[in-house]
């Protein structure tokens, strides 16, 4: 029985909602097959051509038309389950059906500085601070770089980067890479943190990451990644960064068909490399706003885009990769809270797998600690939310209200004393106070002071569990030749 008919018989017992039902769900993934197999995709690598030619696609021009029993082939082959795992090889991440996990997002163009406020380029000591800050928060399951680093060699700043949070954070890592060169770079950093690549390949700690150009395009960059990471079993994300009205038809359902179409490829090509390779697929789905034209993030639109990719992911058997915890607001205020907490409670509901982008500011431009700190903060409470009611006669309650009777009360029952801490969430920056013990001068504060307070300490208090010596000896060795062969390039291309 194939994956997405198995799908359907699934019991989810969390706390969810539906915005497709399933006979949309199939609907739209078989259009998306239809889209490969009739308009298809442009794909610019030609190794990933021979792999799609060799399997009976019809090529013409590098457009690749993939024909829809192929695709469901793909489909059926990728796993539906994978495991990610901490630097130190502990079990961390179950990477299936409706479990959810969040991190922040990678590459943007601008970080806010989290002394000044200043909105400027990033530096290292951003990403380094980044790794410091996701390892002390205890809703952040993993870690991106919230910045692409500058003052550092421009070629292999994405190498710098992973070498930043690797050194700074035991959680799992999704990172990029500009080209395969800067692949090999951050696999063998990886593997020197493992021991082997072996070690790596069985405890991944770390996923590969890329995507897709709209409306149905494949860089060679893009899909050649692909091929790396199955040639090196490595789990790879590979997920479309959609804007509805713009790359993708102005229509949700016509922008999940394109994203999932272009996940699809991506799939197909990872399977007929080595069948069984880990792959995520989804992306961030978002719209263009028409009288802005920005890309929002903080659209009604956006989370719905991203629960409809959640649900037909489901329906296919393949994990996703989620968006949620941004904003399109430029600064830490109700527009920040409210557009980050809707995102991080439907990609919770939804089922998204990893849900990346926590900390994103000012519609995705800007990376921000303070936004990823109260990003930290709203996903505690969604995941109190998502845990539910249980109902069993312990939960029920009955002989201890039987107990109690009419006009007493519950503090000093034994039942109370055992299950509220199961029970309640408690915040941890958000207030509770009475209003007379908050007006006091030690806590009068707001919610954004509070969290710039959270942000400081953690960055001057926090003590991450060094790597050995030898570990980084062995990664400094890998930056210096990244630094040779960049220098060698340059020297090549100043004598022509």
Not at 111 to 137: C, N
Not at 192 to 199: C, D, H, I, K, N
Request: with cysteine; hydrophobic share 35%; charged share 25%.
């Amino acid at each position: 029985m194939s994956r997405y008919v198995r799908s359907r018989y699934n019991i989810n017992k969390s706390v969810t909602f539906q915005s497709l039902t399933e006979d949309e769900r199939e609907e739209i993934f078989y259009a998306a097959l239809e889209v490969l197999e009739r308009t298809g995709v442009k794909i610019f690598d030609d190794e990933s051509r021979k792999y799609l030619e060799e399997a009976g696609c019809w090529i013409e021009d590098k457009v690749v038309k993939i024909p829809i029993g192929l695709s469901e082939w793909a489909v059926d082959s990728a796993p539906s389950k994978i495991l990610l795992y901490d630097r130190d090889g502990n079990r961390k991440l179950d990477i299936q059906d409706n479990k959810t996990y969040y991190g922040p997002g990678p590459t943007n163009t601008y970080h806010k500085d989290p002394e000044s406020g200043e909105r400027r380029r990033p530096v290292l000591e951003d990403t380094q601070r980044v790794g410091k800050v996701v390892d002390a928060l205890p809703n952040i399951d993993f870690a991106m770089d919230l910045g692409t680093p500058t003052g550092v060699t421009d070629n292999i700043a994405d190498v710098y980067a992973f070498k930043a949070l690797v050194e700074n954070t035991t959680k799992p890592i999704v990172h990029w890479g500009f080209d395969i060169e800067q692949y090999q770079d951050i696999i063998d950093i990886a593997s020197a943190v493992r021991g082997s690549l072996e070690e790596l390949q069985k405890k991944p700690f770390m996923f590969l990451y890329s995507e897709p150009t709209s409306p149905l395009l494949h860089s060679r960059e893009a899909i050649a990644k692909v091929v790396f990471a199955a040639k090196n079993k490595i789990p790879i994300v590979y997920t479309p960064c959609v804007m509805s009205g713009a790359t993708t038809p102005a229509t949700m359902a016509g922008t999940i068909v394109q994203g999932i179409s272009e996940s699809i490829a991506g799939i197909v090509v990872s399977q007929l490399v080595r069948k069984g390779t880990p792959i995520i697929m989804g992306g961030v789905y978002g719209i263009m706003d028409m009288k802005t034209t920005v890309y929002s993030y903080g659209s009604p639109e956006f989370n719905l885009l991203q629960a409809g990719i959640a649900e037909v992911a489901h329906y296919m058997g393949v994990p996703v990769f989620g968006t949620g915890g941004c904003t399109d607001s430029h600064t830490l205020d109700g527009q920040a809270a409210a557009e980050s907490a809707m995102s991080i409670l439907t990609a919770a509901q939804a089922g998204a797998n990893m849900v990346h982008d926590v900390g994103y500011t000012g519609s995705g431009q800007t990376g921000s600690l303070d936004q990823l700190v109260m990003g930290d903060e709203i996903i505690g409470m969604v995941k109190r939310i998502m845990r539910g009611i249980p109902v069993d006669d312990e939960h029920l309650a009955i002989d201890v209200i039987d107990e109690v009777g009419p006009g007493g009360h519950f503090l000093g029952e034994d039942h109370t004393v055992k299950h509220f801490r199961d029970e309640t969430w408690f915040p941890t920056l958000m207030n509770r106070m009475r209003h007379d013990g908050w007006k006091t001068k030690t806590n009068k504060s707001s919610m954004g002071e509070r969290i710039k307070e959270k942000v400081h300490n953690i960055i001057e208090e926090h003590e991450v569990k060094e790597l050995p010596a030898d570990v980084k000896e062995k990664i400094d060795q890998i930056i210096q030749k990244a630094e040779k062969r960049e220098q060698n390039r340059n020297t090549e291309k100043a004598k022509k």
